[in-house]
């Protein structure tokens, strides 16, 4: 063993990168937390993995257009207050 190590190069962090994959903190509820546990243990696989699996399939769905799922706003709501009351 050497009496002096050259640490001047070197990096923080893990000693390799995971491929596509990032370590975030993420504060999700106990109820969720537990189903998804249970939920893993029972199909043998990891709890981690399950939610990213949801997460995934949710980006996957196609979002609606419809109207009826628009945010309503004050211009939105301004329309249709002057519709219902025949105010132009």
Excluded: C, W
């Excluded at 995934?56 to 329309?79: G, H, N």
């Amino acid at each position: 063993m050497r009496k002096q190590y050259d640490f001047s190069g070197g990096k923080k962090g893990a000693v390799l990168a995971s491929m596509g994959k990032t370590r975030i903190t993420i504060m999700l509820d106990d109820d969720i937390i537990e189903y998804y546990r249970a939920k893993a243990e029972a199909e043998g696989t990891g709890y981690q993995t399950m939610i990213n699996a949801v997460l995934r399939a949710t980006l996957k769905q196609p979002r609606s257009k419809a109207p009826e799922d628009r945010p309503l706003t004050v211009a939105v709501l301004r329309k249709v207050l002057r519709e219902e009351l025949h105010i132009s």
